[in-house]
DNA sequence: CAGGATCTAGTCAAGTTTGACCAATGACTG
DNA sequence: CAGTCATTGGTCAAACTTGACTAGATCCTG
């Protein structure tokens, strides 16, 4: 699972209905583009493609201002709606994911219950903890652990980065819980994207270096 | 930069010569497969690209057995080997590198000297730190945090991560200069590779349920 | 008000990744 | 000893990603 798709189907949601330069700068405000794979190739592939297998409608519309390109507008469908949620959901369960899908799942977490959202950081932990007994036990060498030699760093880290990931999840789920943030049919949801005719504030201003 | 190509110049690097079967066992031995993209397709790919781009000399290889399908056997020069190092240092000491990077810098750090391995380190550390103070005063807004809502908790995460991140690799640091593994220059070197012959251990056994 | 920079909106080729598939050989099993 | 299954060694199309490029409109600046 790619973070992109959930990106996308998620601000053509806020939207309603979203062009592909929409997109970008909705997840450009959302600091995306350092922690994921958000460019424009990949952008327009995705709504492309997601307009192919029928989860978005594309609508080709005039150009607003007169001899500009050509622009598609995609609108989100029932379809693409319940491909937005089956993502999310195991953006935010698996544990089976680099963290910008993680990311992407914090981004729209509050899409969902209240309840729903701890249920699932909470699968989450017990996936992660679950891999880490399985992990630790299948690569121990009966004779020691320095058979391994510095390969068993690599195993470290990984078990460090879920055992931290754990720890990281925990916190956030008793900010969740603590009554922190706005879920789905809690009143007015968080505004996340620019208004439509909005100038995009983030364009070229003063950048930290990018990273990912 | 992506894990494939350092993982599989270290691979034909430590057979000096090896066909890409081979290069599949050996990532499949040191775990590549759970923590990186190395499939077939991309192992066989990168091979003929590396190959193309002069970094590997290809051979074709009769068939060992008859009538098996036609081999390559691929050899590493010393454009490959240098930018076998070149990556190896940008895995170990940039911050920008996404785990899988990172875990197979790890697994070819005995090729570097002790004091080598623990400069790159150490300048990762510094990376994580500068990139650290960088995103949270760029990101944090003037009129409290709470005006980013939930959206806060992916910096959140971000900067945890980076911590873990240096705090682990901290305790790699004091291992390493407690003395920890052998490195290149100090005599016998860690056996890292399947020997030529042998069976491959790993096909089909028990596995953990894999994981990335 | 000319000229450059920026914004809006997007395309494209080349490279990479994925997942399924293929075929010969050897090993096991009833 | 036929059938099945695993191993060896790899190919391929489709999807995805990257980075560079395009082109008109608008804003700014001397």
Redesign the interface.
Known sequence: MSAIRLLILGAVRQHGRAHGYQVRNDLEF??AHE?SNAKPGSIYHALKQMAKQGLLVAHEVAPSTAGGPPRVEYEINDKGTEEFFTLLREALSS?????DV??AG??F??DLPRDEAVALLKERIAGLEQ?RS??T???TPEDGPEQL???G??????V??AD?GAE?TRG?IE?IEGG???FAGEGEP?V?VLADDDPNPYTTG????D??
Chains 1, 2 share one sequence.
């Open positions: 959302w600091g922690w544990h089976e994911q680099k963290t993680l990311s914090i981004g977490i509050v891999w399985g992990v036990e299948y690569y030699g510095h390969i760093e690599i195993m470290n880290l990984w460090h980065s931290r990281w956030l900010r922190a943030y706005t968080f996340g003063p950048h930290p270096e990273n990912r």
